[in-house]
T-cell receptor, first 112, second 113 residues
Framework: DAEITQSPRHKITETGRQVTLACHQT?????MFWYRQDLGHGLRLIHY???????NKGEVSDGYSVSRSNTEDLPLTLESAASSQTSVYFC???????????FGSGTQLSVL | GESVGLHLPTLSVQEGDNSIINCAYS??????FIWYKQESGKGPQFIID?????DKRQGQRVTVLLNKTVKHLSLQIAATQPGDSAVYFC????????????FGTGTSLTVIP
């Protein structure tokens, strides 16, 4: 069955380190998204991509970057991790417009 | 930006009762809505969706109602079971943002056995 997987499930890092979270989907979806989820907030969009080599900033993109070299993967990089980036990160993908988002299981990131 | 909100942050119901979870949206141009269920430690799981050309849609034990006049969305769960305990949130999509969704903060549903 098609799926979307994230790795690692849990990550602890130190302030200032570079961290990359992986996202891989097998639906052949063009559209992929990264969200962060924090208490008191709904899912907030970090970056998104509508296809290979396409990347766009979301509402909370500062300190994050993504790259899209193929259809299946959209890795999220924290250039210099900050404690404010401690959060749960979700990757999602969808097909055409008006189709639902499929989410991964999330990555719990702690920046100490 | 647009906001999607929920009227109540928590809801407790007795097992077997019906549950109603509400969501308000502010963009009248929103044309596609989804309800998600999120259990502790897991990713959001699709429950049911509805497009703006519909007022009601039913699934297995769940019904979504859309009132475009007051920009209100609700999720009804029939005969609520302990396995329904989770956070539920709505998401809206409108065409002028392409494929982006906006999410509410969620309602935590607790089912009392």
């Amino acid at each position: 069955d098609a799926e979307i997987t994230q790795s690692p499930r849990h990550k602890i890092t130190e302030t200032g380190r570079q961290v990359t979270l992986a996202c891989h989907q097998t639906w052949n979806h063009n559209n992929m998204f990264w969200y962060r989820q924090d208490l008191g907030h709904g899912l907030r969009l970090i970056h998104y991509s509508y296809g290979v080599h396409d990347t766009n900033k979301g509402e909370v993109s500062d300190g994050y970057s993504v790259s899209r070299s193929n259809t299946e993967d959209l890795p999220l990089t924290l250039e210099s991790a900050a404690s404010s980036q401690t959060s749960v990160y979700f990757c999602a993908s969808k097909g055409a417009a008006d189709e639902k988002l499929f989410f991964g299981s999330g990555t719990q990131l702690s920046v100490l | 930006g647009e906001s999607v909100g929920l009227h109540l942050p928590t809801l407790s119901v007795q097992e077997g009762d019906n549950s109603i979870i509400n969501c308000a949206y502010s963009n009248s141009a929103s044309d596609y809505f989804i309800w998600y269920k999120q259990e502790s430690g897991k990713g959001p799981q699709f429950i049911i969706d509805i497009r703006s050309n519909m007022d009601k849609r039913q699934g297995q034990r769940v019904t979504v109602l859309l009132n475009k006049t007051v920009k209100h969305l609700s999720l009804q769960i029939a005969a609520t079971q302990p396995g329904d305990s989770a956070v539920y949130f709505c998401a809206e999509n409108f065409r002028n943002t392409g494929n982006q969704f906006y999410f509410g903060t969620g309602t935590s549903l607790t089912v009392i056995p």
